[in-house]
């Protein structure tokens, strides 16, 4: 059974703070991982890394894909207080389409 | 951009109803995926298809049924419904092949 493992579950910071969040995954033939946004409403689609792109970036935020550890993080410099939400981090196998999600890390970022 | 689009938004049912929840994918999408988070909880994969067709199937209870039409947009099915089926419904589309998933609002059901 595939599993996603976030760490850690929450997390509160001041603004301007780096915060560093991270994904363990056992995913079944992997094809991809890919970080989203939720505040009270839908995840927000942020990055997907592949075998073929294993790191990204967009703006404050970037992400690394770590093949060998199993593992990504996602980090989020000089923080605001818009960033408060909870971040989900997901595994997509080759064989199934669904996404396999973690549990999530709650970012408080305070002002 | 179009994004998901799920109807209703907000459901209030008492136990033993039924319910269909909505789903209308992104243009072009040919995928729709159906997921389930309850209070608390990460979202769960229930069922997706692919150009009118069951691609995959997660932890979806038997009472709940699902189908997508020729227009591509979704409708998942949920009777005798019971307490522990109140949670935030998901919809998401991609294109076939693409692991890129787009969520809809979800529609927030409510089971008395």
């Known amino acids: 059974e595939d599993k996603v493992v976030q760490s850690p579950l929450s997390l509160v910071v001041h603004e301007g703070d780096t915060v560093t969040l991270n994904c363990s995954y056992e995913v079944t033939n992997f094809r991809s991982l890919l970080w989203y946004k939720q505040e009270k409403k839908a995840p927000t689609f942020l990055f997907m890394l592949?075998?073929?792109?294993i790191e990204k970036k967009s703006g404050r935020l970037s992400s690394i894909l770590d093949k060998k550890e199993l593992s990504s993080i996602l980090n989020i410099t000089a923080t605001q207080t818009g960033d408060s939400a909870i971040y989900l981090c997901?595994?997509?196998?080759?064989?199934?389409?669904?996404?396999?999600f973690g549990s999530g890390t709650q970012l408080t970022v305070l002002p | 951009a179009a994004g998901v689009i799920q109807s209703p938004r907000h459901l209030i049912k008492e136990k033993r109803e039924t319910a269909t929840l909505k789903c209308y994918p992104i243009p072009r999408h040919d995928t729709v995926y159906w997921y389930q988070q309850g209070p608390g909880q990460d979202p769960q994969f229930l069922i997706s298809?692919?150009?009118?067709?069951?691609?995959d199937k997660g932890s979806i209870p038997d009472r709940f049924s699902a189908q997508q039409f020729s227009d591509y947009h979704s409708e998942l099915n949920m009777s005798s419904l019971e307490l522990g089926d109140s949670a935030l419904y998901f919809c998401a589309s991609s294109l076939w092949g693409y692991n890129e998933q787009f969520f809809g609002p979800g529609t927030r059901l409510t089971v008395l």
């Open positions: 592949t075998s073929s792109g």
């Open positions: 298809f692919y150009e009118k067709m069951q691609s």
């Open positions: 997901a595994g997509a196998s080759g064989s199934a389409r669904q996404l396999t």
